[in-house]
Each structure stands twice: as structure tokens, then as C-alpha cells.
């Protein structure tokens, strides 16, 4: 009934209060352009809003200069590459991020320019988009963020009551390789949980046949992967790959993992947005990596910090 009156309300504005309207509807409905707003929605903002924006993404992405920009564009479209935006800043809860990642951070989500053309310690050229790094093989951020995400999955398996340890003893692989974690309880079908993660670099050459296409399809094939070369432990474990990009796009079955875990911690802890915290927390562990990577292909320099910590001797 309320919609009604909306629609009722607007029609009368339309027909009485508001001149050149018939005109500017009938412009915005040529075919071809933008579809048509069906009359229950014509009331509502977003729903106008929602068309244009959808109409100015699709023609970025048909106008993309490069691949590496189609991928960029496809990726910022999937909700958790800004789950780092929608947290709250804070110190004290581990959530804000320092002038240089979120400089970094922006600048890869809007394909801006983030450092001046060098030569990478590799000795690699690196562009201005600095995306030598996020792939590079001395890569510095790469293992502090895959440290950081298999804690975050660890603490959270605590919270709902399944206790956890890192590099199981045990499950060893032939090549002894061994999972990042294991829980010691049963995750379900009577089966501990076992699970490995991995990051691969969405603008890497050898991924943009992947990530031009799809949004997280070089996590999804990662995880895929992952779940070949543990095959042999399926059989006593549930095993999960949780593959995340550097867009900060989950694959497949780490969307699936982490909302099964969020659902779990909502019911342990009565949060109802204790889910998104945690994507949160992944996608800000996934932006700290970045800056760590990008900012260690800059040659090595030293300072003056003997200085300024002069007085505290």
C-alpha cells in the first residue's frame, strides 16, 4: 500500500508539479539506451541510480584500454575486493591501515599511478602501476599475508568452539608438504577440517586469460589445484582450499568456507555481523600484503633513524 501511495504521489508530481518530466522520461526510455524502470520502482532512488551506474560500468569495461584493466574492473565489481573499505578504522581492533596501503590500496582499485618506473631488486622492470610486485619472486608480502589469513581462519574457528593448529603434524604429502591448518574436532560428517590457503596475483600474465573473463576465476582454478594435490587426505578430512586474488576476490570455495564459518560465529556469538567483520579482516590482511610487496621492489636505502633515536639512549 505504501508503494502505491509512492506511485500515486509520483504520478501526480509528474502530471501537475514538475515541468519538462514527460520529456526527460521519454529520453531516458530510447531504446537502446538505458531499460526502461518498471512503474512499482519508479519511486525509489536506487533503482535510477542503480541503472546509470550499471550502464557506466558496462561501457568501462567494453572501453577497457588493456587486459589488465578489464581484469581490474571485473574484480573491484565483486563485493568482497572492498570489504577492506567498509571497516571500521580503528588501532586498537587491528583495522587501520597506514598511509602507504591505503594509498596502494586505492591506487590498484582505481589503476592509478603508484610509483615512479624502476628496477625491481629482481631486476625486473617495474611499471608505474607497480604491479610487478603483487607477482614478483622475492616478492616481501606474500608470506606475511598468507600468515596473516591462515591466523584469522584459525582465531575464528576458535570462537565457535573448534580449537585449531597450524601446520599439522601428521598430514604430510609425499613432497612433505603439509596443510596450513587442521581443526582437532570434528568440522562435520564426523571429519576434522582441513584447509590451505593461497594467493595468486589477478594481473599476472599467466592469470589474465582467467581473470578477464571472470571475477575470481584464478582464485577458483588455484583452489582447484590445492584440492588435487591433497586428494589423498580427503579420504579422512574435509579439505578446503581458500584461495583469495590480490583484488581481493575469493575464489569459489573460500566464499563458501568463510560464509559456512560466518554463519557459525554469528550463532556463538550472537553478532549478526560477525561474517562481514571477518571478511573484513581478510581483505585488509590482503591489502597490507600488497603494500608490503610493491613497496620492497624499490631499491634498499638507509635513513637517518639513528637520529631521532639518539635521545632514547
Not at 631488486?121 to 603483487?134: A, D, P, T, Y
Not at 581462519?153 to 587442521?182: A, F, H, N, Q, W
Amino acid at each position: 500500500m505504501e508503494t502505491l501511495e509512492k506511485y500515486i504521489h509520483l504520478q501526480v508530481c509528474i502530471s501537475v508539479c514538475i515541468p519538462l518530466v514527460s520529456e526527460c522520461l521519454q529520453i531516458w526510455q530510447t531504446p537502446g539506451r538505458i531499460p526502461p524502470i518498471g512503474d512499482a520502482l519508479l519511486s525509489l532512488q536506487c533503482a535510477w541510480d542503480f541503472l546509470l551506474f550499471e550502464e557506466t560500468y558496462n561501457r568501462l569495461l567494453e572501453n577497457s584500454p588493456t587486459l589488465v584493466d578489464r581484469s581490474r574492473l571485473l574484480s573491484v565489481s565483486s563485493n568482497s575486493a572492498g570489504k577492506w573499505l567498509e571497516a571500521l578504522p580503528s588501532s586498537n581492533l587491528g583495522t587501520s591501515l597506514d598511509n602507504q596501503t591505503l594509498r596502494i590500496a586505492t591506487s590498484l582499485r582505481l589503476g592509478s599511478k603508484i610509483c615512479e618506473s624502476h628496477i625491481c631488486i629482481c631486476g625486473s622492470q617495474v611499471e608505474e602501476n607497480g604491479l610487478h610486485g603483487l607477482s614478483c619472486l622475492k616478492s616481501a608480502g606474500r608470506r606475511s599475508r598468507l600468515d596473516a589469513i591462515n591466523d584469522l581462519i584459525k582465531r575464528s574457528l576458535v570462537t565457535p568452539g573448534y580449537p585449531s593448529v597450524l601446520k599439522p603434524i601428521g598430514t604430510c604429502l609425499e613432497d612433505g608438504k603439509r596443510p596450513d591448518g587442521m581443526t582437532m574436532i570434528p568440522w562435520s560428517k564426523g571429519k576434522a577440517l582441513l584447509w590451505d590457503a593461497t594467493c595468486v596475483d589477478t594481473f599476472a600474465s599467466s592469470h589474465l586469460n582467467l581473470s578477464t573473463v571472470n571475477a575470481g576465476a584464478a582464485a577458483s582454478e588455484a583452489e582447484v589445484k590445492k584440492q588435487n594435490k591433497y586428494r589423498s587426505l580427503s579420504h579422512d578430512y574435509i579439505f578446503v582450499a581458500v584461495g583469495v586474488e590480490t583484488s581481493g576476490v575469493l575464489g569459489k570455495q573460500a566464499a563458501q568456507f568463510l560464509k559456512d564459518l560466518g554463519r557459525k560465529l554469528i550463532a556463538a556469538t550472537g553478532e549478526p555481523r560477525s561474517s562481514s567483520f571477518l571478511l573484513q579482516r581478510i581483505s585488509i590482511a590482503i591489502q597490507r600484503g600488497n603494500s608490503a610487496s610493491i613497496l620492497a621492489t624499490h631499491p634498499k636505502s638507509r635513513g637517518l633513524d639513528e637520529i631521532f633515536l639518539s635521545s632514547f639512549k
